[in-house]
């Protein structure tokens, strides 16, 4: 197995363990993520995203798999099943990864997965019916990165 697949099954089995400074280990200083719905958070504000969303997921599920990688890129698929804190809905998200790496890290980490589907499950009815709006989208976006801010500020505050 090439050593940059090592480092992806490393960051998912911490993520499945809940260990986010395992996981953050596995990212490069500079790293850059980007998902449907934080779109793009740079070094410690990805960091503190892995932080926030597994703190407040007391029941989170994650599944692996198809990892791959060489020196400069790799793949993988993963799917999480938790409730969302918000409205206490079941999500099943089903993700597919893209990374680059640099200097035995991550640098860049993309994720994508259907936000339609993701709103209509942890949203219910409202999810469901405007999902697929650009305004329904643009204010799931606009509330993961309100409550990415408070979260960050409060562990600031309390460290």
Request: glycine share 6%; proline share 3%.
């Amino acid at each position: 197995m090439h050593p940059n697949e090592e480092l992806i099954k490393k960051f998912y089995t911490c993520f499945q363990q809940r260990d986010t400074d395992g996981m953050v280990a596995c990212y490069h200083p500079e790293i850059v993520f980007s998902d449907p719905v934080f779109q793009t958070l740079k070094g410690e504000r990805a960091a503190a995203m892995w932080r926030m969303l597994i703190g407040r997921s007391k029941d989170i599920e994650i599944s692996f798999a198809d990892i791959q990688a060489d020196e400069q890129q790799g793949v993988a698929h993963w799917e999480a099943r938790y409730t969302y804190s918000a409205t206490d809905h079941k999500v099943h998200n089903i993700v597919n990864a893209r990374f680059r790496f640099q200097e035995g890290s991550i640098l860049v980490h993309q994720d994508t997965f259907n936000i339609e589907k993701w709103a209509a499950q942890a949203l219910g009815i409202s999810g469901r019916l405007l999902g697929w709006t650009p305004f329904m989208q643009q204010t799931i976006r606009r509330k993961a990165s309100q409550t990415l801010d408070a979260y960050i500020e409060k562990q600031h505050v309390t460290s």
